[in-house]
């Protein structure tokens, strides 16, 4: 390697490493994005300046159209996603990631002669190739569980598509993944395995995703994001640098706490979020039909009347329906009125890790006005009114009242201590962990059935006539 | 920089790389411990561009001098490689870029 190649990949490490230090905290946040950003610029300059002078197996002008293309793609992407389709657009990006890793690591095995293998030496034939194998694994599985996830995320797939044994098969694939990497070591020029291999990992990575349940996504997400980052670093052995294994095991380690930060907003531990269903069981436990009646937004616009404060928790349905700014514009209505508005973000509200921060930020909601679960809990029993905007498993009292079902125990946001309860929710169907929640049918709570959007503009109306 | 690339792996070099690894995962656990929910979505999404520094092996995947093998799907595989990390390294940023500026401008 040249010394100006080394010295730049160690000035890019630094950079990505002082990057995510800075993208941790509000205040340096943009700062770090943009030194990771020129991180990754100068890491390329520097690759295309140790590599200019010979012509490879794809040539100078395919590389560049490689590139040009790429970057053309990825800039319509960032400026075309809505923020509310900001998780599915990172999940995919996550997964070209990991398939890039993949790929490159195909790319170097069918590159690769006996003698090219010979000269490596044993060991160095070696770490190629179990990097190669795990490369493979690891990216592929990143590629089909992003896109899964995406799928789902964006609504194609629904539901959660489990079977009897799922987790047997996945164990199974899992093995299977492990030994033909393994044996890639052995048998490199076995083309054909490796292939299997490939197709092994692919379904590991569907088979991943889809039996996991929509309200578990932002752990999947994170998990995903460490799995695209432990690609890299295996595609760092593979062409042996290092530059990639600092940067891949960052994200991987940054990934993981995210998944562990994300579980424990839940209470579940990660081994059941990966290999238990829920939503199927649940539903059918009481096979009484309860009814509750709709209220029109006249009359949920009264109990606003003369109240001093109000605590507003969004959910995904605001997502969904793009009310953030119909939310935004009542809190403002009613701060005009005097009243205390506060809105209480639940960590896991949304499709992926702080999704709600970034609607509302958008919506240029203030940033003192949100307040984490363990800030906001204690505030609810002196709270008038609780306006609940498409949220539903996040503040299912059920995680108190029902230990052991599958809300149990997971921390969730006190609403029904509010002295009223309106909820904006298009039916009254379960969430996503597939459990009714008792808090509608209290006599302290208002359903306005419809959609969060409509809904919140008739109440804002309404609001603006008392 | 041409078939120069192929020197043996020493035993010492190796456990170097592994070093680099063991320690840049212990830094990753540091540096993320303590972030503000709000930050979770941008973070998540900048880590993931970062994750795209694929695109220096794709680069060199591209650039390789094969004296045998299957050159052709080599060299395709490795030219998609180079798009889709490009896509995941400059989406990654423009789009956390987007986030982060919706929570800047309020602060002003």
């Known amino acids: 390697m040249e010394w100006f190649q080394a010295l730049g990949y160690l000035l890019s490490a630094v950079l990505f490493i002082v990057g995510l230090k800075y993208l941790g905290s509000p205040r340096t946040a943009v700062r770090g994005n943009q030194l990771g950003a020129l991180g990754m610029l100068l890491a390329v300059v520097v690759t295309v300046a140790a590599e200019w002078g010979g012509e490879g197996i794809i040539g100078w002008s395919l590389i560049g159209i490689g590139l040009g293309s790429g970057a053309l793609i ?45 000269d490596r030496g044993a060991l160095g034939a070696a770490v190629f190739l179990g990097a190669i194998g795990a490369s493979t694994l690891i990216g592929w599985v990143t590629l089909t569980g992003s896109v899964g996830a995406m799928l789902k995320l964006n609504g194609t797939l629904r539901g959660t598509l489990s079977f009897p044994g799922v987790n047997l098969v996945k164990a199974a694939l899992l093995a299977v993944g492990l030994y033909l990497a393994y ?7 076995n083309i054909p ?35 695209s980052g432990l690609a890299a670093a295996a595609a760092g052995f593979v062409v042996g640098n290092d530059v990639l294994i600092i940067s891949g095991a960052l994200v991987g380690a940054a990934g993981l706490i995210l998944t ?20 199927v069981s649940a539903g059918s436990d009481s096979g009484e039909k309860r009814t509750v009646r709709g209220y029109e937004a006249e009359e949920a616009a009264l109990t606003f009347d003369g109240v001093r404060s109000v605590i507003i928790i969004p959910g995904y349905g605001m997502a969904v329906s793009q009310a953030q700014h119909v939310v935004r514009e009542l809190a403002e209505e009613l701060e005009r009125r005097g009243v205390d508005v506060k809105y209480a973000i639940h960590p896991v509200a949304g499709r992926m890790p702080g999704h709600m921060n970034v609607l509302l930020a958008e919506a240029n909601v203030p940033y003192d006005q949100l307040y984490e679960l363990d800030g ?91 | 920089m041409i078939v120069l690339c192929l020197i043996q792996l020493t035993p010492s070099a190796l456990i170097a790389s592994i070093t680099v690894l063991v320690l840049a995962i212990f830094l990753g656990f540091e540096l993320i411990s303590k972030v503000p929910p709000t930050l979770h979505t941008p973070l998540m999404s900048g880590a993931n561009a970062i ?37 995941n390294c400059v989406g990654g940023f423009m789009v956390t870029g987007r986030m982060l500026e919706m929570f800047k401008r309020k602060e002003g």
Do not use: W
């Not at chain 1, 006190?414 to 009254?428: F, G, Q």
């Open chain 1, 193 to 227: 395995m490796t292939y299997g291999l490939v197709g092994v990992s692919c379904l590991l990575g569907v088979l991943f995703v889809l039996p996991i349940g929509g309200a578990d996504m932002p752990v999947v997400m994170s998990f995903l994001n460490s799995l």
């Open chain 1, 376 to 466: 906001i809990n204690s505030q609810f029993s002196d709270c008038d009114v609780c306006l609940v905007v498409g949220a539903n498993d996040t503040v299912n009292p059920a995680a108190h009242t029902d230990p052991t079902g599958p809300l149990g125990g997971m921390p969730v946001l006190d609403a029904e201590k509010a002295r009223t309860v309106i909820i904006v929710k298009r039916s009254l169907s379960p969430g996503y962990a597939g459990v009714d929640n008792e808090l509608f049918y209290r006599p302290s709570t208002m359903m306005l059935f419809g959609d969060g959007k409509a809904k919140l503009a008739e109440l804002l109306t309404e609001v603006k006539a008392l």
């Open chain 1, 74 to 118: 990825g800039i319509v992407m960032a400026k075309k996603v809505e923020m509310t389709g900001m998780p599915e657009m990172v999940a995919l990006l996550n997964g070209f990631g990991g398939a890039a890793s993949a790929l490159v690591a195909l790319s170097e095995l069918l590159g690769s002669t006996p003698e090219s293998l010979a």
């Open chain 1, 260 to 279: 562990g930060i994300m579980c424990k907003a839940m209470n579940r531990a990660f081994v059941d979020v990966m290999f238990k269903t829920y939503g």
């Open chain 1, 183 to 189: 044996s890639l070591i052995g048998d490199p020029t």
């Open chain 2, 51 to 87: 994750s795209g520094i694929t695109i220096v092996a794709a680069l060199m995947a591209s650039n390789a001098q094969l004296s045998g093998g299957n050159k052709t799907v080599a060299g395709i595989l490795a030219c998609m490689a180079l798009a889709l990390a490009t896509i």
